[in-house]
């Protein structure tokens, strides 16, 4: 028996879904794995370190002023 085009997405779409629960889940375990571990070691502070530095390094979206529709509001 074929299966539809529209079968075969879905089939596709659930495996793809099931996947990421998957890795989502292996992600999670292996977190709280480190975490009961106690992981906090020198190395995983200067990635954190790291990370926030270059978060704050990373160009921030410049504000827009208001120009003129603030002034004709008024």
Do not use: W
Not at 3 to 29: F, G, K, Y
Not at 33 to 42: D, I, N, V
Not at 52 to 67: D, F, K
Request: charged share 30%; aromatic share 0%.
């Amino acid at each position: 028996m074929m299966i539809s085009e529209n079968e075969e997405v879905a089939r596709c779409r659930v495996a793809d879904r099931l996947r990421a629960a998957e890795t989502d889940a292996l992600r999670r375990q292996d977190k709280a794995t480190r975490r009961a571990a106690g992981s906090t070691g020198p190395r995983h502070h200067l990635a954190a370190v790291l990370r926030h530095l270059a978060n704050h390094l990373e160009p921030q979206p410049r504000r827009r002023s208001t120009g003129l529709s603030g002034i004709l509001r008024s």
